[in-house]
């Protein structure tokens, strides 16, 4: 019996009778599963009796047609391999060598190809940061009664909040706007909705000539951030090449904390000009435009545009076609490539094979079911502690801190703030190089043990260690730099690689929705709870948090290194 592998990974077996002599040889016709195939071997004139015994054989550059019973094509070709394992056969082997380069060549891609296609999404999350950072600066200039420019600058506690919140809000509204039709517009075009949004909330908010119209500029803004934070890193990880996806991910992490020293950096220039929180706001806009124009000439997604093809709400061969051309592009790879066309054939068969006993689109509450549901207790639960252990809280007491280590830059709260974003980024930049070699588990156990440690320690030290400020400080390093390493990035990426490709776009959508949701709840209890429990109880309180962190990250999150986000859906959730 001869074996012919299929680049679909079936298996079929024909008798030694199905391969001819000569240099011509006739298309051979056989039946299996009760369909009919058609095999022409472009080189069987190295193939006779002799030379196939009994071996097993894998064909080379062959042509493979499912037929009906009357001859006629079902299915267009698809390239296959033929070796034998003859001995004895230069020929053949000389073509092996030469076909084993071209499968290596499936997970291969030029460098220069992949750099745009994660910039223009990435510039989401850097103008999402920007407005962090420059929101600090820009509160202190609205309030000024020299500096702001305005009538208006005496704002009330609340008027202050709704400005500083006001794109927290948006993203909330964002990501509840993403959950309907993130799915069916695609990642391209919610990306350059969320660059029009930013681009035109950012115009509003510099130009604001009132507080209502500031607040709608803010809101505007908010929606930009919460569709960008969901399109960005499942535009990323379905286009990225399985082996850097991590990286490229993360990457994202630290365009946030790049976006957030650059609004820090403005605020700084900007601080002591009349209208500089205009500026600061108003900087945003040339960055939006470019991720707009830059999107505009970014392919779909090609798993998004096969996915729409299985669900059955576009044409197959016009779709598949797309997602060929999506990926040539994105690989930097020429038409015609053999590892484009296996790799889009693979992607589509593991679609087929997962949705072939399913409805071709899932329900809104599929997301809670079997492997969703699990996916988004991973997902929802790293974004969720990624909040509620206490990050903005400890950087609210950073100033204090470092002036009672004795620093003089510390009085200077613009510079105190760059020297921290300076250090996050420093830490997420360790994060983005090792998480494709040493994995998500290890730095997220890792980092979560830091920020377990560091959160007592800041305890202590305002309980009984408040005569050593060296301690403080180094426990608000620590915090700092683990988080960096571990709920920073690492969450995005493993939420943008976790859910199923069926339901990942509403998953994403939910752990955005709940991410910025528990931003707010304790953006909104911290102030209530520091007055209750004081700053000591109150580290105690995130460190019995972080402490359930690890234990949840310990016991229920995977690791996904390395593994195609196919791998991931059968492998991992099932």
Known sequence: MVMVAVSTSTWIGIGRNAITNGASPSPVLLRNSNRYWRFRCGCSSSLNNSSIGNNIIIMEKLELQQLNPNNSPLLPSARLRVRSRAQGDSSISDNLAEEDAQLKDQST???????????????????????????SGATISLQSPHLSGTTWFALSSLQLGLVVSGSLYGALAGSLLAYPIADIIGRRVELITAALLYFSGGLVTGYAPDLLILIIGRLIYGIGIGMAMHGAPLYIAETSPSQIRGTLISLKELFIVLGILLGYLVGSLEINAVGGWRYMYGMSVPMAAIMAIGMLFLPCSPRWLLLRAVQGKAPMEEYKQMALDALRKLRGRPAGDWATEKEVEDTLVSLKAAYSDQEPEGSIWEVFEGPSLKAFIIGGGLVLFQQITGQPSVLYYAASILQSAGYSAASDAARVSVVIGLFKLVMTGIAVVKVDSLGRRPLLIGGVSGIVFSLFLLAAYYKILSSFPLVAVGALLLYVGSYQISFGPISWL?????????????????????????????????????????????????????????????????????????????????
Do not use: C, H, Q
Not at 125 to 132: E, K, Q, W
Not at 568 to 574: D, F, G, M, P
């Open 109 to 135: 891609f030029s460098s220069s190809s992949i750099l745009l296609p994660f910039f223009f999404p990435a510039l989401g999350g850097l103008l999402f940061g920007y407005d962090i950072g420059a929101t």
């Open 494 to 574: 493993m939420v943008s690689e976790i859910f199923p490709l069926r339901t990942r776009g509403r998953g994403i959508s939910l752990a955005v929705l709940l991410n910025f949701g528990s931003n707010a709840l304790v953006t909104f209890a911290f102030s209530p709870l520091t007055e209750m429990l004081g700053p000591d109880n109150i580290f105690i309180l995130f460190g019995a948090i972080a402490l359930v962190s690890l234990i949840f990250v310990f016991l229920n999150v995977p690791e996904t290194k390395g593994l195609s986000l196919e791998e991931i859906e059968s492998k991992v959730l099932k």
